[in-house]
């Protein structure tokens, strides 16, 4: 994980908790089980509809595109002011508004599967039962 990944739980601390995770080539930034923000390219872009849309327009801030057949495609996410990394408050605020963004979308909450690390130790193995064995009994003579 990055070090600019690392940093938006700070970043974020006035908007309560965060959840990170490795996708698409970069990351989501989750809240509250709801997908708030994405990263790509150490560049963070936040959840955006129609009820928001004003926010980022009035500071000229692009949406998050990829390419798809030769067409660039747009999706709700767009790029955060750069005064959210230096002002908590103001990424809180910035951050509620992704947040009621991902609400309105309709998209149920989700918990971002947690990480499993790989331990350099041997996985403990549990032993396996032992078969049992069948003994002949001795025949009376």
Request: glycine share 8%.
């Amino acid at each position: 994980m990055s070090d600019f990944v690392q940093s938006l739980h700070e970043v974020f601390e006035r908007l309560g908790r965060i959840q990170t995770r490795r996708m698409f080539g970069g990351h989501g930034v989750w809240h509250e089980g709801r997908m708030i923000a994405l990263v790509a390219k150490d560049a963070l872009y936040l959840k955006s509809d129609t009820g928001s849309a004003g926010h980022f327009d009035r500071l000229d801030l692009p949406p998050f595109t990829y390419v798809r057949q030769g067409k660039e495609m747009p999706m709700s996410y767009r790029l955060a002011p750069a005064d959210l990394f230096e002002d908590r408050e103001e990424a809180a605020r910035w951050g509620r508004l992704a947040y009621e963004a991902a609400l309105r979308s309709g998209q149920p909450p989700k918990q971002p599967k947690p990480k499993t690390v790989a331990k350099k130790s041997a996985a403990k193995k549990t032993p396996a039962k032992k078969a049992s064995v069948k003994t002949k009994k001795a025949s009376s003579r």
